[in-house]
């Protein structure tokens, strides 16, 4: 089983749709979370960064994290063409560690 | 503006060549990463450093070398390039005591 799954799409959705993106992990250690957002062609921005479980809102976007479940989630309200990405979710077991573990991103497209 | 740059952005070379990817950084963190993307397999670490004195190999660091010249600077060689070393090579940082990890905007390196 890998570490982090993410299943890499494509998903499309129409402008102003709530879009759903997930991660599942297997290392009950990891801790740290994070969100990175990649356009075509560009390195992977940070978008949202969690620490254990419950939830962050920045903006349209929500980063939600179920210890419990290992599962990850982050929401993208009223999408925006703009928001058309490839989604990277990343996690790591120690604060200031070795390396993060990516997932393999998902592909999003929104049509206006 | 504290950014992370990369040279070259794009590069051809041929089998047997040696290459250097070069990567700075002006935002003042002290570990620094190198990783390879291909479809399919997603980001992969080559090595990382968390100081000038201090190199570590990654999951993938066979064929490749790197140097830490100083704080703000890490260069990625492929002594002998090979086709399947044609990929998108980001490098990234990370600020003292944290998980976050800034990329900078990829190399893509093709070897023929």
């Known amino acids: 089983q890998k570490e982090v799954e993410q299943d890499p799409g494509p998903l499309s959705v129409p402008e102003g749709a709530i879009v759903s993106l997930n991660c599942t992990y297997s290392?009950?250690?990891?801790?740290?979370f994070m969100w990175y957002r990649q356009y075509s062609r560009k390195g992977p921005e940070l978008l949202m960064y969690?620490?254990?479980?419950g939830n962050k809102e920045d903006g349209r976007f929500t980063a939600q994290v179920d210890k419990s479940s290992k599962y990850i989630s982050l929401f993208i309200r009223d999408s925006q063409p703009s928001d058309s990405a490839t989604y990277l979710c990343?996690?790591?077991?120690?604060?200031?560690?070795?390396?993060?573990?990516f997932g393999k991103g998902t592909t999003l497209s929104v049509s206006s | 503006d504290a950014d992370v740059t990369q040279t070259p952005r794009n590069r051809i070379t041929k089998t047997g060549k040696r290459i250097m990817l070069e990567c700075s950084q002006t935002?003042?963190?002290?570990?620094m990463y190198w990783y390879r993307q291909d479809p399919g397999l997603g980001l992969r670490l080559i090595y990382y450093?968390?100081?000038?004195?201090?190199?570590n190999k990654g999951e993938i660091s066979d064929g490749y070398s790197v140097s830490r010249q100083a704080q703000a600077k890490f260069s990625l060689s492929l002594e002998s390039a090979i086709p399947n070393q044609t990929a998108l090579y980001f490098c990234?940082?990370?600020?003292?005591?944290?998980?976050?990890?800034?990329f900078g905007p990829g190399t893509r390196l093709t070897v023929t």
């Open positions: 450093s968390f100081d000038v004195k201090d190199i």
């Open positions: 935002k003042g963190h002290d570990r």
């Open positions: 290392n009950s250690a990891f801790q740290y």
């Open positions: 990234a940082t990370a600020p003292p005591g944290k998980n976050e990890q800034y």
């Open positions: 990343a996690m790591s077991a120690v604060q200031a560690g070795t390396a993060l573990i």
């Open positions: 969690t620490y254990s479980s």
